[in-house]
Every structure is written in C-alpha cells, then in structure tokens.
C-alpha cells in the first residue's frame, strides 16, 4: 500500500511564500513522475507543476516564475516552493505520484489572505 503524506500549508499574506512537501511510502516502485495540482472552490482540480524521472518540468502558465518544483529521489520526497503568492492561489494543493500506479494525497490547504 502507497501513501503519500503532505506538509507544508497554511495561511500567508500575498507576497509570501510557503514550501509543500510530500513524501511517498509503501511498496512503491519506478516513480515516473511527481507533481502536484490543486482545486480551489468551485473549480476543477489543474495541474500546478510536475517532475518527470531525467528532470523535466511542468508548470501551469499562473505560477511560472513563482513556483519551482523539485525531488529528493533518495526520500521519494517531492517539493513546492511558492514564492510571491497571490489571492488566486488559495486552493486544496495535492500531490500525485505517477508510478505503477497514480497515487494522490489527502491535500493540504493553502490559504493566501491579508
């Protein structure tokens, strides 16, 4: 059994910055790709950023040039660094793992408000 465990939410003033992390355990092997999306209210869930195995990079066009995703393949650990936040961030940030499997944290709020 896959989980994913996630960290790193909470509330931030716009400007600000917060860093996700999400790590992997359990029988997982091969991971392919980590990244994570989020959902905001009233909204579907969109792809905020992706790592690919060899190092390849996914941005959504909102957060290029704030967000920068990177991976710890020794601690299948997958970050978020979210720089210059803004208002329109605000969402439920989940992390997926493309492995044998996709696999999809339980979520973690981030909230960005003055």
């Known amino acids: 059994q896959v989980q994913l465990v996630e960290s790193g939410g909470g509330l931030v003033q716009p400007g600000g910055s917060l860093r996700l992390s999400c790590t992997a355990s359990?029988?997982?092997?091969?991971?392919?790709?980590m990244g994570w999306y989020r959902q905001a209210p009233g909204k579907q869930r969109e792809l905020v950023a992706q790592?690919?195995?060899?190092?390849?990079?996914n941005y959504a066009d909102s957060v290029k040039g704030r967000f920068t995703i990177s991976r710890d393949n020794a601690k299948n650990t997958v970050y978020l660094q979210m720089n210059s936040l803004k208002p329109e961030d605000t969402a439920v940030y989940y992390c997926?793992?493309?492995?044998?499997?996709?696999?999809w944290g339980k979520g973690t709020l981030v909230t960005v408000s003055s």
């Open positions: 359990g029988s997982i092997f091969s991971i392919y790709a």
């Open positions: 997926n793992i493309v492995a044998t499997g996709a696999y």
């Open positions: 790592i690919i195995s060899g190092g390849t990079t």
